[in-house]
Every structure is written in structure tokens, then in C-alpha cells.
């Protein structure tokens, strides 16, 4: 075994700098969190509980098994623009009888669950992770339909969530929908796509338009129950399977569904039945990433706080040393881990972590990238040693792997390292940023200064004198538009990650996620494609 030591001192002043920074980091997460919590507000929740029906998160406890945690996915989803955060939609991984579900409850309070752009975005996400990782899929219903002020940003691509369901079916994923009150128009396909479905009686809504707009269309007059009632869809058209009485049977006959599934995992169980947790405590991950980012850290203290056991078997310890590669378990399932030391990704790093996902892909491992990357290394010198090919071979292994990726943002991810390093567009499994990360083309001053280069030389170009004043305000504005757009909350507003989380909850966030990508069978890639070298 090959434990990690640590060189951590809690009591340094750069350790206690370093805390307080992540420490403030966290306090804007909870804010944004609990502004997703509250809903649509105190009063639309009482008037809500006033009828006698339950919050989206209230709906996810009882589905749920007891004492079974939930890992609630894109929870700040708006975060910034002009909708509530958490984008009016409820998403996450539950254990419901003992199997991992993928769960989606809309959240009535919020302009009556009306579907957004961003909750748009957020519940085709989860259809995405449900299928990668074959996931059954709950839904918890009752939306309002489309908000019709953005409809045109939701109409056409809103189409692919309905899509999505029938494809979840049709590869084997059961989806089930429990309709708790209104499922209107375009709505009334999420339990129409379902596999199973379940109508409350005085309750559930689904039509596709209701009276008013079938006065307007045809000239019928009907009412809500004779149009979409649970008893009409449960005894007439068919559509319910099951008809509740109340919210819990609801729920209760949501529970009863997948417990008939006879569902069974194609990936391999945990190499280890009974994993060692970590040696070290993982309180201490507060004090290790600097506040400053242009500071490196050794990621190696991170994996001593987030393996099994802190064991770690390194590869290739002397060679491309700013990128650390190893094998180690997590949480009982074995793991290869690509974790950055030094920010910068020269040639030797791009082709060790080439030469690494080949050997991950040829064992069926899961691979773990932990980003702390200021991007691949730039000069004339690094050009002619060929740092765009040997990019390309990294970004090449990484796009073409077929092993489960999850990824991590520990501090910086800029440039194409954060290609490298799989990011967002590259497609993993799942995602997660901690609170003091940053995600851009490059790091702010950076970018105000490539712009004042190019501005400069415009100038001369023209015979102009250049404006100093000018420049220094541009460069000023540039620098604080860029460190706000790079942020991780602003940045997981807008879906570019599954959640910010506390670094202290790394372990069982991505213990969770490989129980669940394990749903699925677990292959390496079979080729990948031409490699220059």
C-alpha cells in the first residue's frame, strides 16, 4: 500500500488565510441555497401548504427511502438572471426501495411551476443523467406548462424533454410520473411518455388545453375534471395507471412502482465491501486551496482527504510532474485520478495523461480529473516542441474515453486546460465546483491585457496616440467583468456544472455519483482515432 503523507499545518497563517477565504466562499452558497429552498416565497408556500399539499422538497423526502441521502443536482440553476434560483425544478439522485432513481419534482410556488429557459435546461440535464448512467427517472408533476413570456426560448427546444422520456424508455430506463395537480398542454406529455403513471383524484389536471381554451377553440363547454380529471384519465382515456387518493398514496404508489422493476445494476460491485475511510480529516480541505489562484497547492493533500484509506499508487511520479496520475479506490470502487500540481500543462504532463486514460480505458477503471489548470504552456520554445500536438493527444485520449469521467474544479480551470482536464463540453458524468473556483478563457488580467495589446497596436498601426486613461479604465471594467462571469456560483447558474459543493462533502458526493454511474455497465474505449504524435 502506498499511503499518502500530509504536510499540512493547521495552525500556519496561509492555511488559516486560506480557510477564511473558502469559509466566505461557502457563506454566498448557502444564500444562494436557501433562496432556492424558499421557493417561491413565504406566502405562496403557506398558501400552498393551505390546500393541503406538500413542497417539492417534502414530496422527494417521502419518495425516498429513510435516512437515505439525496444529492440534489444544479440546486442555484438561475442563479443571476431574472428568474428565482433553483429555475422553479427540484433535481436530483434518490434511493427510492433500494434504487438509485433520478428525480425531478417542479415546484408550484415558483409562477406556478412554470417551465423557464433554465428549468428548461436543468430538467434535459437530468434526462441526460439518467441515461448515461441508467437511471429509473420519477417525476413529480405539476406545472403550470411553459411560461409564455420566454416561450420562445422554451417551445422548440422544450420538445427534447418528451423525446428524452420515450428514449429512457425505449433503452430500457422505467420512468415514472406521479401527476400531484396541474399538467397542462405540452405538460400533459411527461405522464403521456411515461411508463408508469399516477393521478391523484380531485387533484391531478392533464389536459392539453383546459376549458377556457377549448370554449375559444371548438366551442365545447366542460370543466377541469370531465376534460383531465385523475377519475376520467384513471376509468376513461386510460392515461392513469394508478389513482391515489392523496399525495402521500401518491407517492406511496410511486414507491410500490419501482419496487416492481426486479431492477438490477450492470456495473460491477465495490472491489472493497468495507472501504477504510480517509486517514486524514477532511475538515481540513477548507485550508488547503490558496485563495490566491495564481498560488498552487499539491493536490495529493486533497486525495489523502477523499481516497480510501488515503492509499494512492502514483504513475509516473518523476515525469510531467505538474500533473499528478494515479490508482486508488473510492468509497470501495477503483478509481484513476489526473489531478493538476502546478496549474501549467507542459508536453510531458499532456502526453503522461494520454498514455494514463488508455490504461484506465484498458481496465474498465472510472476516471476522477481534479482541475487546479491555468491551460497548456505558451512560448516559441513550447511551440516547437510541439505543445498543440501533444495538447491534441491529451484532449484527444479524454474526448474518445469511455470510462465514466467525474470531474472536479478545485481552483482554476482556464484555457484548454480545462479541456484537457474534461470539462464541461467534454462531457462527464457528472460535474462539481467548489465554492473558490474559476472557470474562463483565461484568468482576468490576463485577458485585460490581451485586449490592451491589441488595442495599442491598433493605435499604431493607425499613427494614433494611445489613450493611457482610457486603457486603464477598459482594463479596470474588462478585469471585473471577467472575475464575476468566472465565478462558480454565476457559472453553475447557468448549468455548466451539477452543483457547487463544500469541499468537506467531496467524498460522499463523488462516492454517490460512482454508485450511480455503476448502474450502467462500466467499458473502456475500444480505439481512439489518430493520435499525432
Given at each position: 500500500?502506498?499511503?499518502?503523507?500530509?504536510?499540512?499545518?493547521p495552525?500556519?497563517?496561509?492555511?488559516?488565510?486560506?480557510?477564511?477565504?473558502?469559509?466566505?466562499r461557502l457563506?454566498?452558497?448557502?444564500?444562494?441555497?436557501?433562496?432556492?429552498?424558499a421557493?417561491?416565497?413565504?406566502?405562496?408556500?403557506?398558501?400552498?401548504?393551505?390546500?393541503?399539499?406538500?413542497?417539492?422538497?417534502?414530496?422527494?423526502?417521502?419518495?425516498?427511502?429513510?435516512?437515505?441521502?439525496?444529492?440534489?443536482?444544479?440546486?442555484?440553476?438561475?442563479?443571476?438572471?431574472d428568474?428565482?434560483?433553483?429555475a422553479?425544478?427540484?433535481?436530483?439522485?434518490?434511493?427510492?426501495e433500494?434504487?438509485?432513481?433520478?428525480?425531478?419534482?417542479?415546484?408550484?410556488?415558483?409562477?406556478?411551476?412554470?417551465?423557464?429557459?433554465?428549468?428548461?435546461?436543468?430538467?434535459?440535464?437530468?434526462?441526460?443523467?439518467?441515461?448515461?448512467n441508467?437511471?429509473?427517472?420519477?417525476?413529480?408533476?405539476?406545472?403550470?406548462?411553459?411560461?409564455?413570456?420566454?416561450q420562445?426560448?422554451?417551445?422548440?427546444?422544450?420538445?427534447?424533454?418528451f423525446?428524452?422520456?420515450?428514449?429512457?424508455?425505449?433503452?430500457?430506463?422505467?420512468t415514472?410520473?406521479?401527476?400531484?395537480?396541474?399538467?397542462?398542454?405540452?405538460?400533459?406529455?411527461?405522464?403521456?411518455?411515461?411508463?408508469?403513471?399516477?393521478?391523484?383524484?380531485?387533484?391531478?389536471?392533464?389536459?392539453?388545453?383546459?376549458?377556457?381554451?377549448?370554449?375559444?377553440?371548438?366551442?365545447?363547454?366542460t370543466?377541469?375534471?370531465?376534460?383531465?380529471?385523475?377519475?376520467?384519465?384513471?376509468?376513461?382515456?386510460?392515461?392513469?395507471?394508478?389513482?391515489?387518493?392523496?399525495?402521500r398514496?401518491?407517492?406511496?404508489?410511486?414507491?410500490?412502482?419501482?419496487?416492481?422493476?426486479?431492477?438490477?445494476?450492470?456495473?460491477?460491485?465495490?472491489?472493497?465491501?468495507?472501504?477504510?475511510?480517509?486517514?486524514?480529516?477532511?475538515?481540513?480541505l477548507?485550508?488547503i486551496?490558496?485563495?490566491?489562484?495564481?498560488?498552487?497547492?499539491?493536490?495529493?493533500?486533497?486525495?489523502?482527504?477523499?481516497?480510501?484509506?488515503?492509499?494512492?499508487?502514483?504513475?509516473?511520479?518523476?515525469?510531467?510532474?505538474?500533473l499528478?496520475?494515479?490508482?486508488?479506490?473510492?468509497?470501495?470502487?477503483p478509481?484513476g485520478?489526473?489531478?493538476?500540481?502546478?496549474?501549467?500543462?507542459?508536453?510531458?504532463?499532456?502526453?503522461?495523461?494520454?498514455?494514463?486514460?488508455?490504461?484506465?480505458?484498458?481496465?474498465?477503471?472510472?476516471?476522477?480529473?481534479?482541475?487546479?489548470?491555468?491551460?497548456?504552456?505558451?512560448?516559441?520554445?513550447?511551440?516547437?516542441?510541439?505543445?498543440?500536438?501533444?495538447?491534441?493527444?491529451?484532449?484527444?485520449?479524454?474526448?474518445?474515453?469511455?470510462?465514466?469521467?467525474?470531474?472536479?474544479?478545485l481552483?482554476?480551470s482556464?484555457?484548454?486546460?480545462?479541456?484537457?482536464?474534461?470539462?464541461?463540453?467534454?462531457?462527464?458524468?457528472?460535474?462539481?465546483?467548489w465554492?473558490n473556483a474559476?472557470?474562463?478563457?483565461?484568468?482576468?488580467?490576463?485577458?485585460?491585457?490581451?485586449?490592451?495589446?491589441?488595442?495599442?497596436?491598433?493605435?499604431?498601426?493607425?499613427?494614433?496616440?494611445y489613450?493611457?486613461?482610457?486603457d486603464?479604465?477598459?482594463?479596470?471594467?474588462?478585469?471585473?467583468?471577467?472575475?464575476?462571469?468566472?465565478?462558480?456560483?454565476?457559472l453553475s447558474?447557468r448549468?455548466?456544472?451539477?452543483?457547487?459543493?463544500?469541499?468537506?462533502?467531496t467524498r460522499?458526493?463523488l462516492?454517490?455519483?460512482?454508485?450511480?454511474?455503476?448502474?450502467?455497465?462500466?467499458?473502456?474505449?475500444?480505439?481512439?482515432?489518430?493520435?499525432?504524435?
Amino acid at each position: 500500500m502506498s499511503i499518502l503523507d500530509s504536510a499540512v499545518d493547521p495552525s500556519a497563517p496561509s492555511y488559516l488565510a486560506n480557510r477564511a477565504a473558502l469559509l466566505e466562499r461557502l457563506a454566498e452558497l448557502d444564500t444562494a441555497l436557501d433562496q432556492a429552498r424558499a421557493g417561491g416565497g413565504e406566502k405562496y408556500v403557506t398558501r400552498h401548504h393551505s390546500r393541503g399539499k406538500l413542497l417539492p422538497r417534502e414530496r422527494i423526502e417521502l419518495l425516498v427511502d429513510a435516512d437515505s441521502p439525496f444529492l440534489e443536482l444544479s440546486p442555484v440553476a438561475a442563479y443571476g438572471s431574472d428568474f428565482p434560483v433553483g429555475a422553479s425544478v427540484v433535481t436530483g439522485i434518490g434511493v427510492v426501495e433500494g434504487v438509485e432513481c433520478l428525480i425531478v419534482a417542479n415546484d408550484p410556488t415558483v409562477r406556478g411551476g412554470a417551465v423557464n429557459p433554465w428549468s428548461l435546461a436543468k430538467t434535459r440535464r437530468a434526462g441526460e443523467i439518467a441515461l448515461a448512467n441508467r437511471l429509473p427517472m420519477v417525476n413529480l408533476v405539476e406545472s403550470a406548462g411553459a411560461d409564455l413570456p420566454t416561450q420562445a426560448e422554451i417551445f422548440i427546444p422544450g420538445g427534447r424533454v418528451f423525446r428524452d422520456l420515450t428514449r429512457l424508455s425505449a433503452a430500457g430506463i422505467p420512468t415514472v410520473s406521479v401527476v400531484f395537480g396541474n399538467a397542462t398542454a405540452g405538460g400533459a406529455y411527461v405522464p403521456g411518455m411515461s411508463d408508469h403513471v399516477i393521478m391523484i383524484r380531485d387533484r391531478s389536471q392533464v389536459y392539453l388545453a383546459g376549458p377556457p381554451l377549448v370554449k375559444m377553440a371548438t366551442g365545447e363547454v366542460t370543466d377541469d375534471e370531465s376534460l383531465g380529471g385523475a377519475a376520467m384519465h384513471a376509468g376513461t382515456s386510460g392515461l392513469a395507471d394508478y389513482l391515489a387518493e392523496d399525495e402521500r398514496d401518491g407517492i406511496r404508489l410511486a414507491r410500490q412502482c419501482v419496487r416492481r422493476l426486479n431492477w438490477r445494476k450492470q456495473g460491477p460491485s465495490p472491489r472493497t465491501t468495507a472501504p477504510q475511510p480517509p486517514k486524514y480529516d477532511p475538515e481540513e480541505l477548507l485550508g488547503i486551496t490558496s485563495a490566491d489562484l495564481k498560488v498552487p497547492f499539491d493536490p495529493r493533500e486533497v486525495l489523502a482527504r477523499i481516497l480510501d484509506g488515503s492509499d494512492f499508487d502514483e504513475f509516473k511520479p518523476a515525469y510531467g510532474d505538474a500533473l499528478v496520475t494515479g490508482w486508488g479506490e473510492l468509497h470501495g470502487y477503483p478509481v484513476g485520478v489526473l489531478a493538476n500540481a502546478r496549474g501549467v500543462l507542459f508536453s510531458a504532463e499532456a502526453q503522461k495523461a494520454a498514455q494514463f486514460i488508455q490504461l484506465a480505458n484498458a481496465s474498465d477503471t472510472p476516471l476522477i480529473f481534479l482541475q487546479n489548470t491555468t491551460g497548456y504552456m505558451v512560448g516559441t520554445e513550447y511551440e516547437q516542441r510541439g505543445i498543440i500536438k501533444h495538447g491534441a493527444l491529451m484532449i484527444n485520449a479524454v474526448s474518445n474515453s469511455t470510462v465514466p469521467h467525474l470531474t472536479v474544479n478545485l481552483g482554476a480551470s482556464y484555457g484548454a486546460g480545462n479541456y484537457g482536464m474534461c470539462g464541461r463540453a467534454y462531457e462527464p458524468r457528472f460535474l462539481f465546483t467548489w465554492p473558490n473556483a474559476k472557470s474562463a478563457v483565461m484568468g482576468p488580467a490576463q485577458l485585460a491585457g490581451v485586449l490592451s495589446i491589441v488595442a495599442r497596436q491598433a493605435a499604431a498601426a493607425r499613427g494614433r496616440d494611445y489613450d493611457e486613461e482610457s486603457d486603464a479604465a477598459m482594463r479596470m471594467m474588462v478585469e471585473q467583468q471577467i472575475e464575476s462571469q468566472s465565478g462558480a456560483l454565476f457559472l453553475s447558474g447557468r448549468l455548466y456544472d451539477d452543483g457547487v459543493i463544500d469541499p468537506r462533502d467531496t467524498r460522499t458526493v463523488l462516492g454517490l455519483c460512482l454508485s450511480a454511474i455503476h448502474n450502467g455497465p462500466v467499458k473502456g474505449a475500444d480505439g481512439f482515432g489518430v493520435f499525432r504524435m
